[in-house]
């Protein structure tokens, strides 16, 4: 007989989230992942099987929830320029700015990697051009590339401003998104 489930996979995999920020994906061990869910390590391997399996998991499942979170934006924002700057402000919020661009990059280069995580990537790229390119232009096919562009200024602000911090994330990046938008 099988035995239950104490803790989810799903609450595993929250938990271990953080400390693959943490670590990044190389530095992520099961006696360190065992310590942070509460499971142990064997409980962990009967899970997963390996390390890398562990780390495509919970990366999978940040996807998973960036996905829901992306819908979710794109169903209450509105259907304008400005909608569009709110929707892409939503997926990132200022407040974990630093960390998205300092240990986020280890997490990026992870997904970019592994042929599932990059795959993952390339649809929620396409996701988020089309909910932009909507709020931008009725031509669907010039909505699409304009919501390209404006996704790749977007992650261009994100960046340069992790470089500068001049100013709080939230308002470097909105202002260069806004800007972006004038220009059009």
Not at 14 to 30: A, Q, W, Y
Not at 44 to 60: N, T
Not at 112 to 122: E, H, M, Q, S
Not at 136 to 156: N, Y
């Amino acid at each position: 007989m099988a035995r239950h489930k104490t803790i989810s996979d799903e609450q595993v995999l929250d938990r271990l989230f953080d400390l693959i920020v943490e670590t990044g994906p190389d530095g992520l061990t099961f006696a360190k992942s065992a310590a942070a869910c509460g499971l142990s390590p064997a409980s962990l391997v009967q899970r997963y099987g390996s390390r890398d399996r562990l780390v495509e998991a919970i990366l999978l499942h940040a996807w998973d929830k960036l996905d829901a979170e992306t819908a979710a934006a794109d169903a209450e924002e509105a259907v304008t320029p400005q909608g569009a700057v709110d929707l892409l402000m939503r997926l990132m919020p200022p407040e974990t700015a630093e960390r998205d661009a300092t240990d986020g990059l280890l997490l990026l280069r992870e997904d970019i990697r592994n042929p599932k995580l990059r795959a993952r990537g390339a649809a929620w790229g396409h996701t988020v051009a089309e909910a932009l390119g909507r709020r931008l232009c009725e031509d669907r096919e010039k909505g699409r590339r304009l919501g390209w562009q404006m996704a790749a200024v977007w992650q261009g602000a994100h960046t340069w401003w992790a470089f500068t911090q001049k100013e709080p994330a939230g308002r470097a990046i909105r202002r260069m998104l806004v800007e972006w938008l004038e220009m059009l």
